[in-house]
């Protein structure tokens, strides 16, 4: 069974730029999540999809940051405009079932994004 | 506002032994609890979930402890290998999204 997959692995950008993160979620899975994780934190969740509707969105910078999943499936993070602060790893998730019905959450690889 | 905190931040054993991983949260209205495992430069790696009416568990070295009425859990490892070097991240999740400790920083030397 394929995993996560994510894209693109690394990205450096100058702040004020824009950038982009895809992600495809493992076949079949509903629920679909953004994190973000500092360096030396622990993940933080920016937005949970259920299929193609939000379900949570309250840590999201929303003046900078977007997330759509409209066909349910895989689903793109922009950030515009970048600031320094926004270097971390974008890590996407998905589980087969919002986990508070007991789904178990699968991580990719994340992509590491540099602000400059 | 649940959180986590995971004891000790960082974690030198040497190869062979046996060790445990701590994690406390502070709402114990929560559905299950996950450990993961995170290589460096990598994604997150589940190791056990435990939902929150079991009490612990198992999968090969590792065990999983669930106490939720004193917000705890504790990761055993048996017999720890060099390979096993890694950090070790718990979350759990409740009525509020999956909410993760810092993690614990392991190292396990030849």
């Known amino acids: 069974e394929a995993g996560v997959a994510q894209s693109p692995r690394y990205k450096i950008i100058e702040k004020r730029q824009s950038v982009a993160f895809w992600c495809n979620p493992i076949s079949g899975h509903a629920t679909l999540y953004w994190y973000q994780q500092i360096l030396g934190q622990g993940p933080k969740l920016l937005i949970q999809f259920q299929n193609n509707g939000v379900v949570d969105d309250s840590q999201l910078p929303k003046d900078r940051f977007s997330a759509e999943r409209l066909k349910g499936v895989d689903s793109t993070l922009k950030i515009q405009p970048a600031k320094l602060e926004d270097s971390a790893v974008y890590l996407c998730a998905s589980s087969l079932v919002n986990p508070s019905n007991t789904g178990e959450l699968f991580f990719g690889e994340g992509s590491r994004l540099t602000v400059l | 506002k649940q959180e986590v905190t995971q004891i000790p931040a960082a974690l030198s054993v040497p190869e062979g032994e046996n060790l445990v991983l701590n994690c406390s949260f502070t709402?114990?209205?929560?559905?299950?609890l996950q450990w993961f495992r995170q290589d460096p430069g990598k994604g997150l790696t589940s190791l056990l979930l435990i939902q929150s009416s079991q009490r612990e568990q198992t999968s090969g070295r590792l065990n999983a402890s669930l106490d939720k009425s004193s917000g705890r859990s504790t990761l055993y490892i048996a017999a720890s290998q060099p390979g096993d070097s890694a950090t070790y991240l718990c979350a759990v999740q409740g009525n509020t999204p999956l909410v993760f400790g810092k993690g614990t920083r392991l190292s396990v030397i030849a």
């Open positions: 709402d114990s209205a929560i559905y299950n």
